[in-house]
C-alpha cells in the first residue's frame, strides 16, 4: 500500500525559502508523477507543480518564479522549494500521486492518493 | 477556468440523498472532471474521475454525472462517514479546484 509523508518546517520568515519533502513508501517515484498542492482558507485547494522521476516539471505559472521541485529516486523521495515568501503562503501543503495520460499529445492529470498534509505558517 | 459549487452547506440526516453541483465557467475539456472527499483533519480522497468512474474502492451508493459546464455528485443513502467536504476539480485546461460543498449533519 502506497504511502505518502510531508516533512519540513512548520514555521518559516518571511522572505525566506520553504523546503518541504515527500517521502513514498510502499512503492517506487519511477511509476508516476508526483505533484504537490496547497490549501487555504481564502483561496481553497491550489495545485502548486509537479515532477516525473526524469526532471520533467510543470509548474502553476502563479508560482513559477519562486518555485523548484526535484525528485530524488534513490531515497524516494521529491522536494518543494518556494522562496520569498510572504504570509500568503501559509498553507497546509500537501503532497499527492498523480493519474497522469496524454489525450492526443496534451498532458491531464488527477491526483489518486494524498498525503495526510503539513501545515507550514509564514510568520516573523 | 473558475469552478463554482453550490450549496455551500448541505445538511441532511443519515439515509437521505445528497445532491451537489459543480458548475464551471466554461466547458470541461473532454469532461475531465474529478470529486474528491476530505474530511476534517485530513487528506482530500479521490472519489470520482473523467466525471463519473468511480475510483478504486468507492462505494456504489457514490454517483455522479454531467456534461459540459454543468455536473453533479449525488450521495444515496447517506452513512455517517459521509458527512464531509466535497471538492469537484478540472483537469482538463488548466487544473481548478471547486471551493467545496460541506455535508453536515442535520
Known amino acids: 500500500q502506497v504511502q505518502l509523508q510531508e516533512s519540513g518546517p512548520g514555521l518559516v520568515r518571511p522572505s525566506e525559502t520553504l523546503s518541504l519533502t515527500c517521502s513514498v513508501s510502499g512503492g517506487s517515484i519511477r511509476d508516476y508523477y508526483w505533484s504537490w498542492i496547497r490549501q487555504t482558507p481564502g483561496k481553497g485547494l491550489e495545485w502548486i507543480g509537479n515532477?516525473?522521476?526524469?526532471?520533467?516539471?510543470r509548474y502553476n505559472p502563479s508560482l513559477k518564479s519562486r518555485l523548484t521541485i526535484s525528485a530524488d529516486t534513490s531515497k524516494n523521495q521529491f522536494s518543494l522549494r518556494l522562496s520569498s515568501l510572504t504570509a500568503a503562503d501559509t498553507a497546509v501543503y500537501y503532497c499527492?500521486?498523480?493519474?497522469?495520460?496524454?489525450?492526443?499529445?496534451?498532458?491531464?492529470?488527477?491526483?489518486?492518493?494524498w498525503g495526510r498534509g503539513i501545515l507550514v505558517t509564514v510568520s516573523s | 477556468i473558475v469552478l463554482t459549487q453550490s450549496p455551500g452547506t448541505l445538511s441532511l440526516s443519515p439515509g437521505e440523498r445528497a445532491t451537489l453541483s459543480c458548475r464551471a465557467s466554461?466547458?470541461?475539456?473532454?469532461?475531465?472532471l474529478a470529486w474528491y472527499q476530505q474530511k476534517p483533519g485530513q487528506a482530500p480522497r479521490l472519489l470520482i474521475y473523467?466525471?463519473?468512474n468511480r475510483a478504486p474502492g468507492i462505494p456504489d451508493r457514490f454517483s455522479a454525472s454531467g456534461s459540459g459546464t454543468d455536473f453533479t455528485l449525488t450521495i444515496n443513502r447517506l452513512e455517517t462517514e459521509d458527512f464531509a467536504v466535497y471538492y469537484c476539480q478540472n483537469y482538463g485546461h488548466s487544473l481548478t479546484f471547486g471551493p467545496g460543498t460541506k455535508v453536515d449533519v442535520k
Open positions: 499527492a500521486r498523480d493519474q497522469f495520460f496524454y489525450g492526443s499529445g496534451i498532458p491531464y492529470w488527477y491526483f489518486n492518493l
Open positions: 466554461q466547458s470541461v475539456t473532454s469532461n475531465f
Open positions: 515532477i516525473h522521476h526524469s526532471g520533467i516539471t
Open positions: 473523467g466525471t463519473s
